[in-house]
């Protein structure tokens, strides 16, 4: 029996209804009905799906109170992170790989680099497992969304020498800024350790310039390309962040004493004035006098309120949100409530989901691969938490986009076209299948004794089918009826066109 084709490219959304465009409302927020079909479309772009309970919940009052509840919630209260195992080098160890290139002592430091590699790996498992886990057992739905947003935004990788724990100290800044301010985010970012090490200003200092940050921060974190910079300000901006970088040590470094005032440390973040250019400097037109930390602070301000920082990051979001190719009308609003707000994410975000644009649009944007693993097992299992991460894991690797690990700092792709080739449709079938029939072991430890929960979707049940009946078409309700066993049903269902969309 043929399962039906996971391959769908859906029709360009109609943002506007044929005929006059009328000025006096063409501008206004949604104020159509509000009823379950919508609160689903909600739920499937805010977050990553929601049970029928949830859909009930936020169908039951306006669509102004659905966004407000999405929107604002209490970010301080962070879920605590994985246990993790301390992965750096011990100062003894780091002797020895110093004395590595004598040749003594090769057989030691050899067993140190497996013990050093065996945590890592073990390490990197677990912080991906707290990361899914949170993404399918979330209440605060957006704000994993929005982490998982400006992990693809703000990117860096743990492949670049980076330890565990620093990515997700990074994780959870995105969580805790997810839905702030622009100018905040970005400035904490440039004290992110992971960040400063991924894109190599620990090697920027005073006569040893690199641009590599400097460059990255305004053309994907701010301006975007064609922002309006040029490549002085490219050097200037880097001459203003040098000094700041990381320090794996315990140890701080020797600074003279007129500039030990200066000096900064913050776990493993550093500013050492004594590598910093202290001229100076002319960026984006605008005097900046040189006086250290204080020059990154005046620098990302200005980059954070210049008006195509409005526009890109606006953009950005809602190609996230809407469209691979957003209405224009709708980015300009967005901008414009930035730009009101002094860069407010939250509002924003009001503007977006409120919109005419965002309700026309509805399953007309692709899931990427986090969005379709995550959104399938949470609705296989809903919130159950997992026992194994680990074919999550591999699907995401086989599907190329593995959590904390994008190689460019360019980030994932956000449209569909990166995401809907041949080869990945039949990984999606293969997931859709393992997942359909009960197999796909994410309720069973690894081990001599492992544990072993029963967990088979009914996805078949009256209760879960109602929360995406309404977005399927008659070809797929048709293969659904020929499905002989309720894991073919399941398996038809995870690999329908229609739950390859958002």
Known sequence: MNAPTAVATPSPAQYRPAGALDLATALAPYSGPWNDRLAAHLLRRAGFGGSPADVARVAGGSMHAAVDALVRFDASALPPGPDLQDERYSAQDRMLLRQQQVGANSDRIALVKKQINQLRAKNRVAAQLWWLDRMIATPTPLQEKLTLFWHGHFTSSWEKGTTTQAMIDQNQLFRRS??????????????DPAMLRYLDNEQNAAGHINENYAREIMELHTLGVGGGYSQHDVQELARILTGVGVNMTPNEPKVPDKLRPLYVRAQLFEFNPARHDFGDKEF?????????????????????RAPATAQFICHKLAVYFVSDDPPPELVARMAATFTRTDGDIAAVLDTLFESREFTASLGGKFKDPVHYVVSAVRLAYDTKPLLNAQPMINWLNRMGEPLYAHETPDGYALAQGAWASSGQMTTRFEIAKAIGTGSAGLFKTDGPQPIEQAAFPQLSNALYYSAIEHTLKPATRSALDTASSPQEWNMYLLAAPEFMQR
């Open 284 to 304: 984006l037109g605008r005097h900046i006098k040189g006086s250290g930390m204080a020059e990154v602070e005046e620098a990302v301000t200005q980059l954070a």
């Open 178 to 191: 997810a839905l702030g301010n622009i100018r905040d985010l970005t400035l904490a970012v440039s004290q």
